[in-house]
Structures are given as C-alpha cells and as structure tokens.
C-alpha cells in the first residue's frame, strides 16, 4: 500500500467517507491486482468498525467501482468492454466474439407454445404457434445476458433441434430455415434489474441493465419479436455523427406506445 492506513479522527470527514476515499485511489493504483480484501481484512488494516466498513464498501458499489454478489467476497469493477454501434442491425454473439471474449450460451427453455401478446406484435393470428427459445448468454463463463426471442412455428420449428451452445441463432435461422433477418426496429431501456433476473445474470442491488427489445424482419415480414436483459457493467452502446448528418433523438416517455 502506498499510503498511511491511519485515518484521520479529528477531520469532520467521516471514517466511512475517509476509507472509501482511500480504498478509490487504492483501486486506481491498481494496489488490488490479486482480489479486493474481504470486510475483515479492511476492519483490522485501518482500525475501524465493520459498520464503518460496510458503509464505505455501499459507497463503493453505489460508484460503481466495486461489484458485490450474494455468497462472494465483492471485486473490482470491470470497465464495460463490449460495444455496440447503434443504427445497425448485429449479432450479440458477433459483438463478443469481436472483443476477443469466449461467448457461451446456457438453453433454458426451448419450445413451441402460443402467446397473443408476442403474435400481436408480429402481425399474426393469435392462435399462430411459435417457437420460444430463452438463453443465458455467458462471457468467459460469467452471465452477460438473458436473451428471449419469439418467431412463427411455420418458419423457425428446425430451431428446436439446433444446439445453440456456441452459434449464433439467426446463423442458425439461415442454415436451418432459409431466413435471414435484414433489418427492424429496436428499442433499448435502462432498467433496474429485478430479484429474480438479479439471481440469474449474478448481479448485485446496484447494478443496472439495458433492455433490449427488437421486431426483426425477413423481407416485409415480421418473423421475430426478442427481448434481451443486458448487463450495463459490460456491455455498452455507441453512434457516429457528422455536421452533414440529419439526426433525429427519439425520446421514450412513461405514456409511449409499446413497440408494435
């Protein structure tokens, strides 16, 4: 360590407010390289109660600068490394594998069932069966995403026998279907994750996601409705701008009309 351990108990600055400044710089000096100390550790470093600790470590997580999950000593925060341009359609299997990563994904649930929300969206009569497929997608085996898409039966059902542990479904929906996703509309939210995604994706209280929801096309026709959770300490987006171009910001407001 670079600096004294010994707090200041005369400053009006608080002890938790003094340890997390100190623990900030630490984590800038890279002083943490080998893994972030545990509460205890912290608590007998720098003579201080484990209230003072754990106020200091809320602060922490709250900027972002370290992670914490249920049973795991917390971590340093990874800067958010993998881009996505904005206005173009990609693959988030492409998008990874690009960064040098190692995309997995995990099948949770793969069948053909009957949904009149997600038919409404593609245009279809709400009888239409379609083929569901939800995955985990996972970087270097630690959760990025919660990915689930919607497409006609009559088109998409060669999915179910596809294994999708490291391919790239509209890969998959080409090779096996024919049909090759050229366009759509997309909407992304930035959204607090709940309990229960919390759990899957492993994240903590602090962390937010972006929701990801995409109408895909095959020719004129609507042939995918997908939602995606996306975590926001790894993933982010990015545009190109000129003075020569003509751009338009849309702004989602609480009264707008689902994406149809």
């Known amino acids: 360590m670079g600096e004294s351990a010994t707090l200041d108990r005369s400053s009006p600055l608080p002890l938790w407010a003094q340890l997390e400044q100190r623990l900030t710089r630490r984590v800038a000096a890279g002083d943490f390289a080998d893994g972030f100390p545990a509460e205890l550790e912290l608590q007998r470093e720098y003579g201080v109660s484990r209230q003072t600790v754990r106020e200091a470590l809320r602060k922490l997580r709250a900027d972002g600068v370290v992670l914490a ?3 795991r000593r917390s971590r340093i925060a990874k800067a958010p490394d993998i881009e996505q341009s904005l206005g173009t359609l990609y693959s988030l299997f492409r998008s ?4 040098g990563h190692t995309q997995r994904s995990i099948v949770r649930v793969a069948d053909e069932r009957r949904d009149e929300s997600v038919t409404g969206r593609l245009g279809l009569e709400p009888a239409t069966p379609l083929v569901h497929l939800e995955r985990l997608r996972l970087v270097d085996d630690e959760p990025l995403a919660l990915d689930r898409v919607w497409m006609p039966a ?7 026998g596809a294994d999708f542990t490291r391919t790239a479904l509209y890969d998959e929906l080409d ?3 024919g049909v090759r996703v050229h366009g759509g509309h997309e909407r992304i939210l930035a959204v607090v994750p709940t309990p229960a995604q919390r759990r899957v994706m ?12 995409r109408l895909g096309y095959w020719h004129e026709q609507a042939v995918e409705w997908r939602e995606t959770l996306v975590r926001g ?3 982010f987006l990015s545009a190109a701008w000129s003075p020569f171009q003509d751009l338009t910001l849309a702004v989602a407001t609480a009264i707008e009309e689902p994406l149809a």
């Open 202 to 213: 492993r994240i903590d209280a602090g962390t937010g996601a972006f929701a990801i929801e």
């Open 154 to 160: 009559a088109l998409a059902r060669p999915l179910l």
């Open 96 to 99: 990874v594998e690009a960064t």
């Open 175 to 177: 090779r096996r279907c």
């Open 69 to 71: 999950e249920r049973g």
């Open 233 to 235: 300490d790894r993933f």
